[in-house]
Structure formats: C-alpha cells, structure tokens
C-alpha cells in the first residue's frame, strides 16, 4: 500500500493482480475448514477429567483440555457459555462416550486460571510483522444505543498481534488497553518468540526510539522495517555513525517511499494485516467475557484456531500485474 502522503494520487496507481497456482489443495483446505468432524482419540478421554491435586484447596474435576476444546468451540461457532455446554453434551452423546461435560459456570470460572500453550514460529530465524486493531466490548454502551438511541463511547481494547512472514502463522499476541502505545507492547511481543528474529515489520506507530531499543536489546542483529514519518531527520550522528533509521532515511531520499518499500520487504506487512482481517471475520469483532484474564485466555485460543485453519491450506499465488 502506498505512502499516505500519496493518497491524492493513489488512484492512479493500478490494483495489484495474482494468481493461485495450487487451487486443487488450497480449494480442500477451504472446505475442510468448514468440516464439522470431531473426534476424541482415547488418550483425550483418558486425561478429559483432572488429576487429583494434591496440596490444600478444592480439587478441578476436568482438566486444562477439557476447558480448552470448550473455549475452542465457542470461539470457533460464535457461541454464548450456556450454548457452549449444550454443544458439548450433544457431541459426547453422539459419539457415545462416558464423559462428564463442564457446565458453563466451570467453562467461565476456569478460564479465569487457564494457561494456553502459545504457538511457535515455523522456522528460525523469524521474520516478524507486527500490527494492532480493536476488538469492543459487549455492555450498557450498546444497550444504550440500541434502547434510547444515546451515542455512548464504545468499550474495546487493543490486541496486538506478530505474524511470522514465512508461514503467516500467529506467533505471538498481547491484549491491552485501548489507550496502550503499540510501541510499548514490542518486548512483551518479543519475549514471546523465543528464538531468535530476523527482522522487525510495522508501520508508522512503531517509529519510536524505544522501539528500535527494544529489539536492539533482545535481537541485535534483527533488523527494524518501520516508515519514518514524514517529518522524520536524520540522527547528529548520520554521517559518522548511522542508525537504521537513518539509512532508511537516506534510501527514502534516493529511492522514495515507494522504492524504499520494495528494497526492503515492507510490503509483506499486508500478512499480518490478513490476519486481522481473518480474525475478524472468522472469530468476530468482539469480546464476550468480562473479565481480563478470561478475555486473554479467549484471544489465546481463538489465535490457535486460527493458525489451525491455515495449517489445512494456504494460498501459492504468482504476481501477474
């Protein structure tokens, strides 16, 4: 996508063409995400109930998996707690297992406490892209709206989101105040990873110096893929001791902004933007639960089902125009 300061001329520029060359698979994958199968394999029978705690307190009856396919579920179906349950039971009764199912007040008290394992990157070193957007929050905002009409200032906080550029993959994910900076949030989306990252993708919210530090700090040969601002200058020390930011400066200058997006890779940012887009129309545009902690554990398993989905196809496609 162009440079905002060429919007007045964005019209003249023609729509990017492709065209998928693995449309026999990729076609499977499409629909096999649509497949309603589900099957529970003996060993997840085998550990659907918790074990036996043995310090003081009150003893889980079901274990981490079992709250996690009912978070999986209703994250996958859109569905509230009560319909959750009876999704479940109905599923057991059809397979004919003798399995307890968790009632809804289990599924939410438990979500408060549940650790959901976080993906891993496909390949290392990992070439990350970063972006952020809001997801609302359900409540008297809305009821307002909807009964009287009154324009209320909508809840919703931030998720920030780092999609791995090789697999387009969700690799790392942090819920937030709607009022956080993006740059703040870039250690904790780091630290995340793991292994070690190539480089830094995001767009302009991310020209920060504190950013460049930050991955400075954990990764110091990754590099940082970020648009300087249009008011940007060089550091005092350009001429003797460039930054990466002033090297971009200089390829802004010699190539424009254009040139300095193909030089650098910065358009394979659009992956990470295709996630969004994906989240939102896949998982919705919402939070259903109230609290903090229940609603991390919700993002944590709707980026698994995500990341689900693409492992049953994806897209190869050549540039036609």
């Known amino acids: 996508m162009p440079y905002k300061a060429n919007a007045d001329r964005r019209h003249r520029i023609p729509k990017q ?8 698979s990729y076609g499977a994958g499409l629909r096999a995400r649509g497949s309603f199968t589900v099957w529970f394999t003996a060993e997840a029978n ?3 109930l918790a074990e036996r705690r043995t310090g003081r307190g009150g003893q889980p009856r079901y274990s981490a998996l079992a709250i996690t396919t009912a978070l999986t579920l209703r994250a996958v179906f859109r569905l509230a707690l009560r319909q959750t349950e009876g999704l479940i039971a109905s ?20 979500a408060e ?3 959901v394992p976080r993906p891993r990157p ?12 809001g997801l609302k929050l359900c409540g008297p905002g809305e009821w307002l709206v909807d009964k009287h009409g009154t324009r209320a200032r909508r809840g919703w906080r931030k998720l920030h989101l780092a999609t791995d550029a090789d697999t387009g993959r969700i690799v790392a994910l942090a819920l937030t105040d ?3 900076d993006d740059g703040l949030r870039v250690g904790p989306l780091l630290d995340q990873v793991g292994g070690p990252v190539a480089s830094f993708t995001g767009d302009g919210a ?10 400075a700090a954990r990764h110091p040969a990754a590099g940082v893929i970020v648009p300087p601002r249009s008011s940007a200058v060089r550091s005092d020390t350009a001429r003797t001791e460039p930054t990466q930011r002033d090297r971009h400066l200089q390829t802004i200058a010699e190539r424009g902004r254009m040139g300095w997006q193909r030089a650098l890779g910065y358009n394979w940012r659009a992956l990470v933007e295709a996630d969004i887009s994906r989240w939102k129309r896949v998982i919705g545009d919402g939070l259903r639960s109230q609290t903090d902690r229940r ?7 709707a980026a698994d089902v995500l990341n689900r989905m693409l492992e049953l196809g994806r897209p190869e496609y050549v540039r036609l125009t």
């Open 91 to 110: 599923i057991i009764a059809l397979l004919g297992l003798d399995l307890a199912v968790p009632d809804h007040s289990t599924i939410s008290r438990r």
């Open 178 to 180: 709607k009022d956080t």
């Open 295 to 301: 609603q991390e554990a919700g993002v944590a398993v």
């Open 122 to 133: 496909g390949r290392e070193p990992v070439h990350l892209l970063v972006d952020s957007t």
């Open 206 to 215: 991310y020209d920060q110096d504190d950013v460049y530090a930050a991955v």
């Open 17 to 24: 063409r492709h065209r998928v060359t693995n449309w026999p």
């Open 113 to 115: 406490t549940l650790e």
């Open 46 to 48: 085998k550990v659907w």
